[in-house]
């Protein structure tokens, strides 16, 4: 440190009655208050860039084929979106095979219980209900309609109770 | 024919190899204290170390160990990325590449993987160690805090690590890792959509996880050792017994007084317990610690290597979002907590683990027995020797569950019944 130079190098010492104090509280408030601000804002921004404002993923909402590929009686997988669609007769219903727990894909089997997951353990009962394991709930029914060129279509952002079907009379 | 010590010295007395060295091939004590103190690579060490600090069963050289096994990760990580593109459309390629195509580039691979699993064990083992000497008491509390800190970083870079080849390991590694983030409370799901770049485990979430591993994670590991390795000096070096009480500054000027010029360092702080005392037992740590070092490291690296060349890293299938393999297993160092997300993903995966940390960082602010520092395993301090052995065991036998008992569909199955092959 060069001390030479700073000739009165004590600190000055308040003087009363001048009103000092009081504006070096001021000023000494508003440049924390800016400094601060200043800091918030741009981490504030920094954080914010990384929530992307669009998503270059697929539509949540997609059309699954005709009702009249999907044979009675089954569950069929769609490997793309993880998902069943379930027909019984002329109901149609749409069912995650996301599990609720960690995001595993369910595995279709036969028995009692026919939806496993293999990262933890969860077992789903034909109507996807959790039977035993960590799932905290069951496995997601998604809203079905018909689009008007006769083709099934699928809501991944609707979810519906497991009573909703899509009854379709050929 | 000169010997290497001869050319040595003869650089070391040359004009150029004064600049770069100050002091020749010490030859004296006072000699080996120079050298330690005016070269950059050794001036973290102090001049001289004491003779309980130096013997292997004191530390087992665990710290030491982890340090060489994340000096081998950088390097042998800046070589891959060479090699790596963070695309889920060419990081599945860029590993058979590195297997098939690129001059040694498995073995790179394979130190890097090896390097990784090692540093778990270690840094763990050497969590352990501090523990069972109370290396965390007073004054060393906040460089125990800082090393909970550095074992956190070590588990996130390994997971971070393992998710760039894009194999069915890192894709379900992903997905269950940051649905687990999504279970921590008000925030979860913020945090989830902000890892993953998106709703899917896709391109966004690769190239953060890539990022977070090669720069950000590292950067900060590099941080955190250096704060480590300064407090470990600054708090007096290891523990030891019979170790003095911290001082405090006696004068008005919160200096003390001292005619002692040997170790610089240790006059830094007034409270530095070195201060005033007699050097006994103490020996220069040129050559004692550094050999010890040298050693340590062929050592690390010996280690290191053999693994590497007779085991290669596991590439999995190409992620494949549809078909989990089953069982989907992580690593070993995670099964533990696999086991207890298979549980309850809440309690198992956010509250354990948060109650753990705490428990950690807390820890020597917590326990006020001062004495049994230094010493393994002490009488006095059978009540958190038991506590603490008691956790390790119970990670332990987690792990042994979560690797050994759990087979398709996490079902518990005997290790040595016939194995149940199930297809995808």
Wanted: hydrophobic share 50%; glycine share 8%.
């Amino acid at each position: 440190m060069n001390q030479g130079h700073s000739s009165p190098s004590a600190p000055r010492a308040p003087q009363p009655g001048k009103g000092d104090s009081r504006r070096d509280f001021i000023w000494l408030t508003l440049g924390w208050l800016a400094s601060l601000f200043a800091l918030g804002a741009s981490g504030f921004a920094t954080l914010r860039s990384l929530v992307p404002n669009v998503l270059y993923e697929p539509s949540r909402r997609f059309k699954a084929g005709r009702p009249g590929d999907y044979p009675d009686d089954t569950a069929t997988f769609i490997e793309e979106v993880r998902l069943f669609i379930v027909r019984k007769g002329s109901t149609y219903r749409a069912m995650s095979a996301i599990c609720p727990h960690l995001g595993c894909t369910v595995n279709a089997t036969v028995g009692k219980h026919p939806f496993l997951c293999p990262c933890h353990g969860s077992h789903f009962s034909p109507d996807g209900a959790v039977m035993s394991g960590p799932s905290p709930r069951g496995l997601t029914w998604h809203a079905l309609s018909l689009s008007k060129d006769g083709r099934l279509v699928v809501d991944l952002d609707r979810a519906v109770t497991h009573d909703k079907t899509l009854v379709i009379q050929a | 024919m000169k010997s290497p010590k001869q050319v040595w010295l003869w650089f070391a007395g040359t004009r150029v190899g004064r600049s770069i060295f100050r002091v020749g091939l010490p030859e004296s004590n006072l000699g080996r204290m120079q050298a330690m103190v005016s070269s950059f690579l050794l001036h973290l060490h102090p001049a001289k170390v004491h003779r309980h600090s130096l013997q292997f069963s004191s530390t087992l050289g665990l710290g030491l160990i982890s340090l060489y096994l994340f000096l081998l990760l950088c390097i042998t990580g800046v070589a891959l990325m060479f090699f790596y593109v963070p695309s889920p459309e060419h990081a599945y390629d860029n590993m058979k590449d590195l297997e098939f195509v690129v001059s040694a580039g498995m073995i790179a691979r394979n130190m890097h993987r090896w390097s990784a699993h090692l540093m778990v064990l270690c840094v763990f083992l050497h969590m352990c160690r501090v523990f069972y000497t109370g290396g965390y008491k007073p004054p060393r509390e906040f460089n125990w805090v800082v090393g909970v800190g550095l074992f956190v970083m070590t588990l996130v870079l390994s997971f971070t690590g393992y998710l760039l080849p894009w194999d069915q390991l890192a894709f379900w590694a992903i997905t269950v890792g940051t649905n687990i983030a999504g279970y921590a409370p008000v925030i979860g799901k913020k945090i989830q959509f902000l890892l993953l770049g998106g709703n899917i485990v896709g391109e966004s979430a690769l190239l953060r996880f890539y990022v977070l591993h090669v720069v950000v994670l590292p950067a900060a590991v590099v941080f955190m050792v250096a704060l480590h390795l300064w407090r470990v000096r600054k708090d007096g070096g290891l523990s030891r017994p019979g170790e003095p009480d911290v001082l405090v500054p006696q004068s008005e000027t919160g200096r003390l007084s001292t005619n002692k010029t040997y170790g610089l360092m240790e006059l830094a702080r007034g409270t530095s317990p070195a201060v005033g005392l007699d050097p006994a037992d103490e020996l220069p740590a040129w050559p004692h610690l550094v050999f010890r070092e040298v050693l340590l490291f062929l050592a690390t690296m010996a280690v290191v290597m053999f693994l590497s060349v007779f085991w290669n890293a596991p590439l999995e299938e190409f992620a494949n979002p549809a078909h989990p393999p089953n069982p989907a297993k992580a690593p070993w160092y995670f099964l533990g907590l696999q086991e207890l997300v298979a549980y309850s993903a809440f309690w198992g995966g956010v509250v354990v683990p948060a109650l753990l940390l705490v428990a950690l960082v807390a820890l020597p602010y917590l326990d006020r027995e001062r004495a049994g520092v230094g010493v393994w395993f002490a009488r006095e301090r059978r009540v958190a020797v038991t506590l603490f052995t008691l956790c390790v065991v119970a990670a332990v036998i987690l792990t042994v569950i979560g690797t050994y008992f759990r087979g398709p569909n996490w079902g518990w199955v005997w290790p040595w019944a016939a194995s149940v092959v199930v297809p995808h």
